[in-house]
């Protein structure tokens, strides 16, 4: 992406988020708004992860539910001031990622797919079984969000906090991809030894942009933490993941914005459709398959090269 | 105490069988394919739940197995038409992506087919327990064990005795070749899915008069059966089985002496052990990449 | 003094040698060639040298220092770069940023103010694209700037890495078949590319089976056979050598 495309990228995004509340009529849509822009801070991340560097994770919704966990906990019962408890969950989700991203990058493919979701699975069956710590099933309320005597109160003023970090994560983002530090996770991607041999730390990268897509997701959980009335497990559980991963693809590979479609509108499905209620996972997996199978691109790239076909 | 672990014992080795017939299934699919099948789990639900709706609703158990069967295979071979054959040539990303979507696909189905409670079944012969050194043996134990050794014959039988499963094999291991040869490598595909399908009910099956069924009951059942191929080494039949049993006793023994909460993390901590200090598994073929 | 030292080399791969006792120098500032039989072990030698596979017993030196468990990536900080037999393109990429990943060693490539794109970050992405455009004109493929690497056809993206290779500025460069897959015309403007970049100083390595190549820009020729040393010396030395005739026997060799 040229400098200009991303400027005026960022800048429709900003105009957008800017003039939506003006377009939803009562708190209910604002509040699947702000849902929206959780995952769609969650999926650039990911997307750093699974569409630029071409790894997969089908255990993101646990570092998620690590960081939401640790604020809920940290704050509810130790009492800690609300950023502080973030800033230690992104710490220790970033170690954590740290530690465990180098042995379980090595693997490819369906290895890797597998021992993500084998972490993910790990971190919601002790979420869920931990309950004199985490409250089990029932879950767990870590009020609201404060920094000092500020309060942050009512679905408005969460959007305009939510809107503002999902457009700070994608000029962050979109700075990444096109650095070089951006090229060479594009680059092992596209073949591992063919960046290793013009100097690419493979390795080295692929920890890196692992451990960033889990902050990412870490931080949002802990804002998720006081933003719903009651944390609970299934928020990091193995369909959070999936749910998480089928934003990523059917909004697009590789594609910033792209992330950012797919997470609205897999946000809003359930909302706008809820005669569908019950039919979410069949309509959830049929997306999944359809769009792998017909639009592998995802809907973002497949349009835009839609649209540059037609130009000359 | 020496009962206590027979018990464990017992427990481990009857739903490790079920693990090993999953294992087999997704080993057969990837020797035929190098595709993994998520929604390997959901056949081993759908034979079940079907299993279980025709019994309920009156039909002979023998005839209301071979029909659940029948309509496993013909869901695996519909699956493999409809949504991996049109993607053969893709990443494994896309075919991982597909194959998930593929199980929560037929997960939802399965609970607007059928619903969301538990579901049971009567035991093939009787619940009279035996005594086995003081630990309980339930007769349908026996059934479990005795069709999946069953099975694990037939299979050997047929990829080595027959024309059919020496093509499979043959695609396995060079499919250019294999089609050279005249094998329609499109068919052995099919077969795969069929045969994978087949075993996953059969597995559902024996195992639910112990254990029930409910519509999400495929997804763990799968993943723990990938963990036991993984762990013997992927596309090792002789290791799907082995690592099928080593899984299902690991859960049991861990769920008797150290917590129940915790017996589901067992399987996902031995393959993460595997996967980072063991690649190939236990019994699997080293590989180099060729560039 | 040599640039590049092989010593008593071997690899096996399940008790079959790709290469065995295998000695060889290279001398920096010239064009030397690695020739024999498919399945002589040339590529296996490649893929020594450069890190990709480790080597069952020998050493390789490379500017007197043992490569030895350093990885790739290391080799290329240390000098070394490469193309390959079979393509390692990064398609999901366009043309002019897969060589603009090959200048990734003389960028600034730490996280943060790549990150936040400080304006160091964007200053060297527009001297490495114009590095990198100039490469691409170099190797002949002026017409491709605009492209995506996974619409350009095979002899285009063989330039391609030839491209990427040299922006990470080289002191060796191996070129695994470069010629394979092209036509006369284009052979011979890869020659020309070649002879330029060892007249640059850069010292090239070179796996082919296009003779008329090898024979016409080779300073020094080894021919390997079974993954073990034929014959070596001069293109005149090797092309009369009896062994290498008796091997390459209606081979077409010179």
């Known amino acids: 992406m040229s400098g200009l495309s991303r400027w005026a990228g960022l800048g429709a995004l900003a105009i957008f988020l800017a003039a939506l509340p003006q377009a939803l009529p009562n708190n209910y849509y604002v509040d699947v708004a ?74 490819k493919g369906h290895y890797l ?38 309060k942050l109160a009512g679905e408005r003023d969460w959007y305009w906090l939510m809107a503002g970090l999902l457009l700070a994560t994608v000029w962050l983002a979109t700075n990444l991809v096109d650095s070089p530090v951006g090229r060479a996770l594009r680059a092992l991607h596209g073949s591992e030894v063919g960046a ?62 792209g992330a950012i479609v797919g997470a609205a509108f897999l946000t809003m499905l359930p909302q706008v459709l809820t005669v569908f209620e019950d039919y979410e996972p069949v309509i959830l997996g049929g997306i999944m398959m359809g769009t792998m199978i017909f639009m592998p691109k995802g809907l973002v790239p497949t349009i835009a090269a839609l649209f540059n076909r037609r130009r000359p | ?22 294992g087999l299934g997704f080993s057969i699919i990837y020797n035929a394919s190098h595709v993994i099948n998520f929604a390997q789990g959901e056949f081993i639900m759908i034979g079940a739940m079907t299993a279980v709706s025709l019994v309920e609703a009156g039909v002979p158990m023998p005839l209301a197995i071979l029909l659940a069967i029948l309509v496993t295979m013909a869901v695996g071979v519909l699956l493999e038409k409809l949504a991996v054959e049109p993607a053969r040539k893709a990443s494994v990303t896309t075919l991982i992506i597909i194959t998930i979507g593929a199980s929560i696909f037929l997960r939802g189905l399965a609970q607007e087919v059928w619903d969301k409670n538990f579901h049971k079944m009567d035991p093939f012969s009787g619940d009279t327990p035996i005594n086995l050194f003081g630990a309980v043996l339930m007769p349908q134990t026996l059934w479990v064990l005795g069709t999946a050794l069953l099975v694990i014959l037939l299979l050997a039988w047929f990829f080595n005795r027959t024309l059919e499963g020496k093509a499979m094999l043959a695609t396995s291991f060079n499919p250019l070749a294999a089609q050279l040869m005249g094998i329609n490598t499109k068919r052995v595909l099919m077969l795969s899915f069929g045969l994978s399908a087949a075993l996953g009910a059969v597995g559902g099956i024996v195992i639910t008069p112990i254990t029930f069924t409910a519509y999400d009951n495929g997804i763990m059942l799968g993943l723990k059966g990938f963990s036991a191929a993984v762990l013997g080494g992927l596309g090792n039949g002789f290791g799907a089985v082995a690592g099928g049993l080593i899984v299902g006793i690991a859960e049991a023994m861990a769920a008797g002496y150290l917590s129940s909460a915790y017996k589901d993390a067992v399987a996902f901590v031995i393959i993460l052990l595997v996967l980072v200090f063991l690649p190939n598994g236990l019994f699997g073929r080293k590989g180099t990449e060729r560039v | 003094m040599t640039l590049l030292r092989v010593e008593h080399l071997n690899k096996e791969f399940g008790g079959v040698h790709a290469v065995s006792d295998l000695a060889f120098t290279i001398n920096p500032g010239t064009i030397h060639s690695i020739i024999g039989p498919n399945g002589a072990g040339k590529t296996t030698l490649f893929n020594l040298i450069t890190g990709v596979y480790t080597p069952s017993s020998g050493s390789i030196l490379f500017n007197d220092v043992p490569t030895a468990g350093k990885a790739p990536y290391q080799l290329a900080e240390d000098g070394m770069s490469r193309t390959f037999q079979n393509l390692q393109i990064f398609f999901n990429m366009p043309a002019i940023e897969n060589v603009m990943v090959g200048r990734h060693l003389h960028l600034d490539r730490r996280f943060l103010p790549s990150l936040l794109r400080l304006p160091g970050i964007a200053k060297g992405d527009a001297q490495a694209r114009e590095k990198s455009t100039e490469l691409m004109r170099f190797v002949g493929l002026e017409a491709y700037l605009k492209a995506d690497a996974d619409a350009m056809p095979y ?52 796996v082919e089976h296009d003779m008329k190549m090898v024979m016409g820009i080779s300073d020094h020729i080894l021919v390997l056979d079974y993954g073990k040393k034929l014959a070596e010396g001069t293109p005149d030395q090797v092309r009369n050598n009896p062994d290498v005739i008796k091997a390459y026997l209606g081979g077409g060799a010179a």
């Open chain 1, 34 to 107: 702000v849902l929206a822009c959780f995952n769609a801070i969650i999926c650039v991340g990911l997307n750093l992860l699974i569409g630029y560097a071409g790894q997969i994770s089908l255990g993101h919704a646990g570092f998620f539910g690590l960081g939401a966990y640790a604020s809920a906990v940290l704050v509810n019962s130790y009492g800690w001031p609300p950023l502080l408890a973030l800033l230690a969950g992104a710490a220790i989700v970033g170690l954590m990622a740290f530690a465990i991203a180098r042995p379980v990058l090595k693997l």
């Open chain 1, 113 to 150: 797919a597998m021992a993500t979701l084998g972490i993910g699975i790990i971190i919601s069956i002790v979420i869920n079984t931990e309950a004199g710590i985490t409250g089990g099933p029932d879950g767990i309320a870590a009020g609201p969000f404060s920094i000092g005597s500020f």
């Open chain 1, 196 to 257: 290793e041999v013009v100097g690419v730390d493979t390795a080295r990268y692929k920890v890196m942009v692992f451990v960033v897509s889990a902050v990412i997701a870490s931080v949002a959980g802990s804002l998720f933490a006081h933003y719903t009335p009651q944390l609970t497990p299934t928020k990091a559980d193995f369909f959070k993941s999936i749910e998480l991963v089928t934003m990523v693809v059917f909004g697009g590979m590789a594609s910033t914005f």
């Open chain 2, 1 to 22: 105490m020496l009962s206590a672990f027979l018990q464990f014992l017992i427990s481990g080795v009857t739903v490790g069988a079920i693990y090993a017939l999953c």
């Open chain 3, 155 to 206: 002899g285009a993206l063989k330039r391609l890495e030839i491209a990427r290779a040299l922006a990470a500025e080289p002191k060796l460069l191996l070129l695994d078949e470069p010629a394979a897959g092209l036509n006369a015309t284009e052979s011979r403007e890869i020659d020309e590319v070649i002879v330029k970049v060892a007249k640059s100083g850069v010292t090239v390595v070179l």
